[in-house]
C-alpha cells in the first residue's frame, strides 16, 4: 500500500509561525526571554547581535533593567519636586546658562529631527533641561554639567518618558559617566583618552604610531566621541546611536573606548597613508563617513578588540602612570555594578546612589572651573575644544578668549571645520 501523500498538507500552525518569523523577530522573542529570565549574559550577547534591542518599546525595558532601574521607579514622577524651588538666580548661574544654551542647540543632531514640528522640539528641549537640571540638584556637590551631557540624556528621551529618562540617566551619571560629570577635564576625560592611546598602542601599533608622529597621541579629535558616546557625532539615530548604547549599556564601562579603537582600525588606510602633522591628521579623522557606518560591523569588530583585549587586563597592565592618573573613584574599577553582583543587596538598598564609586569614595574631585564669556571651560578644555572641534560656540569662544593670532585662528577654522550652531 502506499504510503499517504503529504504533498499540500498544511503544516501545524506553531511550526508555520517558527519558519515565517524573520531574523528581527526571533531577534525580539530573544531579547524578551532574556529579559524575563533577568539574564545579564544572554542580554549582553544579544546586545552585540544584529538588531540589538530592536525597539525603542523593547529597549525601554532593557535599559531599564541593565541600568538596575525598578521599572516601577521608571513611572515615579517626584523628581519633578527638585525643580520645584528652581529660582531665578540658579537658571541665571553659569552653569545652568550653558545648559540652556546647549538644550537650544540641541534636537537637530539625528536623521529623526529632520521634519520635527517646532512645538516638538520645543517640548522635547524643555524635558531635556528638565532632567538634566534634575539629576544635578539631586547631587549638589558631587555632579557637575559638562557640554554633551545632553546629547546623552536626549537618546533617553528618545527611547522613554521624561521620567523613566530622569531615572535611567541619573544612574547613568553615577555608574558610567562619573569621570565626566565629576572631575575637570584634565582629570577625568584626558586619562580616558590615554587609555584609549594605550589600548591603540595593544591592538594596532602601527596606528598608534602614526598618530604619535602626527603630534595627535593624546587623541583630542576622539574628545566628542567619548564625551557624547558618540551621540554627537553619529547621525542616525536608531540604527546607529541606539545600537551603539544597548552595547555600552551592557558591557564593561570601559567598551566605549573599544568602539573608538575599532572606528580608528576601520579607517586605519586613512591614518597610515595621511601626512604626519597634527591639522592634516585631525583634518583626516575629522572627515571620516560616520553616516555610512554599519552598527552591527562596528559592534563586531568592538567586542573582537574586547575579547583580544579584555577591559581587566588593559587595566591590570596598564603604565602606572596612566593608572595613577585614573580617578581612584572611576567606573572603570567598579565593575561590575552592585545591582548585577547581589540582586538581594540592591533591593533592600533604599538608594543605590549611595553605592555608586563617587559616594563610597569620599571626595567628588569637583573642582571649580572656570568661566570665559559664560562658557565653563577648565584648565585644559580650550583646548580639546579648540582641537576636538565638538562644538562650535566653544570653539569660536575659545579662539576668541585666547586672543590667537588672525592668521593661525583663520587655520584652524579651516582645519577643524565647526558645525554651524542650529537655531
Not at 129 to 150: E, N
Request: charged share 20%; hydrophobic share 45%; glycine share 6%.
Amino acid at each position: 500500500m502506499a504510503p499517504h501523500s503529504t504533498k499540500g498538507r498544511r503544516r501545524p500552525q506553531h511550526a508555520q509561525g517558527r519558519t515565517s518569523q524573520t531574523p528581527e523577530q526571533e531577534q525580539v522573542r530573544a531579547v524578551q526571554a532574556a529579559l524575563a529570565a533577568r539574564d545579564f549574559a544572554a542580554l549582553q550577547e544579544l546586545a552585540f547581535s544584529r538588531f540589538g534591542f530592536c525597539s525603542c518599546e523593547l529597549r525601554r525595558a532593557v535599559w531599564q533593567f541593565l541600568l538596575g532601574v525598578n521599572p516601577e521607579k521608571g513611572i515615579d514622577s517626584s523628581w519633578r519636586k527638585l525643580l520645584a524651588d528652581v529660582d531665578q538666580d540658579v537658571l541665571d548661574g553659569k552653569e545652568a546658562r550653558v545648559m540652556q544654551a546647549d538644550v537650544q542647540r540641541s534636537v537637530y543632531t539625528w536623521d529623526v529631527h529632520s521634519g520635527i514640528r517646532k512645538s516638538a522640539r520645543s517640548q522635547k528641549r524643555e524635558q531635556l533641561l528638565d532632567v538634566m537640571l534634575a539629576i544635578l540638584r539631586q547631587h549638589p556637590g558631587k555632579l557637575s554639567y559638562f557640554q554633551g551631557f545632553h546629547d546623552i540624556a536626549l537618546v533617553f528621551l528618545e527611547v522613554g518618558t521624561p521620567s523613566q529618562a530622569f531615572h535611567m540617566v541619573e544612574r547613568l551619571a553615577l555608574f558610567h559617566l562619573s569621570d565626566q560629570l565629576c572631575c575637570p577635564f584634565d582629570k577625568g576625560l584626558i586619562p580616558l583618552l590615554g587609555l584609549l592611546f594605550c589600548l591603540l598602542e595593544r591592538v594596532d601599533a602601527a596606528v598608534a604610531t602614526a598618530l604619535r608622529e602626527a603630534d595627535c597621541a593624546e587623541l583630542h579629535f576622539a574628545v566628542p566621541w567619548v564625551l557624547t558616546w558618540f551621540a554627537h557625532s553619529l547621525p542616525r539615530l536608531h540604527e546607529q546611536v541606539m545600537r551603539l548604547f544597548d552595547c555600552l549599556l551592557a558591557s564593561h564601562p570601559a567598551m566605549l573606548l573599544y568602539f573608538a579603537a575599532a572606528l580608528l582600525l576601520h579607517h586605519r588606510d586613512t591614518i597610515l597613508t595621511t601626512e604626519r602633522e597634527m591639522p592634516e591628521m585631525v583634518s583626516a579623522l575629522q572627515k571620516l563617513p560616520l553616516g555610512s557606518l554599519d552598527a552591527d560591523e562596528w559592534a563586531s569588530k568592538a567586542r573582537q578588540l574586547a575579547k583580544q583585549v579584555p577591559p581587566e587586563e588593559l587595566l591590570r597592565r596598564l603604565p602606572p602612570a596612566v593608572r595613577l592618573a585614573l580617578p581612584s573613584t572611576s567606573p572603570l574599577f567598579h565593575f561590575p555594578h552592585p545591582w548585577m553582583v547581589s540582586a538581594g543587596k540592591a533591593s533592600a538598598e533604599k538608594d543605590l546612589s549611595a553605592l555608586a564609586p563617587i559616594y563610597r569614595g569620599g571626595s567628588s574631585g569637583l573642582a571649580v572651573r572656570r568661566s570665559y564669556g559664560g562658557a565653563l571651560l577648565d584648565n585644559r578644555s580650550w583646548g580639546l575644544l579648540l582641537v576636538g572641534g565638538l562644538f562650535s560656540s566653544g570653539f569660536g569662544l575659545a579662539l576668541r578668549t585666547l586672543c590667537l593670532p588672525g592668521t593661525l585662528t583663520g587655520s584652524l577654522w579651516r582645519w577643524l571645520g565647526p558645525r554651524k550652531a542650529k537655531k
